[in-house]
């Protein structure tokens, strides 16, 4: 993306406004252009990269970034895998039949794709994937169900 048009036209903008205060004025507008072209850059790739971490934030698990080509930003996008490992399932049991606790849960808005299209990846409701979430966040403390006599433990090359 090339931002030299962006900072010729605040210049030209600069000039414009000068022009109004007569001679003196638009000298001084001129000797404040170059100067300030830095300055213009760095604000719009300030601003450029907040809204890539805008961006990414809606779009996640996938992302944009912005990268400097030169002086020139260029901007990336990472879509998420569609053939990516799925993180392993861990089914979480109630504990010795004991129920389930009813809990109201109020998320931003801003997650709601996410979750959802992560529930619907896994082929689960957004109930079971918030629970096995919740289970991975405090140690896995959630029991794995397997069938009786059919576990296996060791190391793996």
């Not at 830095?38 to 996938?62: F, N």
């Not at 959802?116 to 957004?126: F, L, M, N, Q, Y």
Request: aromatic residues 4%.
């Amino acid at each position: 993306m090339d931002l030299q048009p962006y900072v010729d036209a605040v210049r030209h903008e600069l000039g414009v406004a000068a022009a109004a205060g007569g001679p003196e004025a638009e000298a001084l507008a001129e000797r404040l252009t170059a100067p300030l072209e830095p300055a213009l850059r760095l604000a719009l790739l300030e601003s450029l990269s907040e809204a890539a971490e805008q961006i990414t934030r809606e779009l996640a698990p996938g992302s944009v970034h912005v990268r400097l080509n030169g002086r020139d930003p260029e901007f990336t996008v990472e879509s998420a895998e569609a053939d990516a490992p799925a993180p392993p399932v861990t089914d979480v049991a109630d504990d010795e039949g004991g129920g389930t606790w009813r809990v109201s849960l109020r998320l931003p808005e801003s997650l709601r794709p996410g979750v959802e299209g992560a529930a619907r990846r896994d082929g689960i409701s957004v109930n079971a994937w918030l629970v096995r979430a919740a289970a991975s966040a405090v140690g896995g403390s959630g029991r794995q169900s397997r069938p009786a006599g059919k576990s296996f433990s060791g190391w793996v090359r």
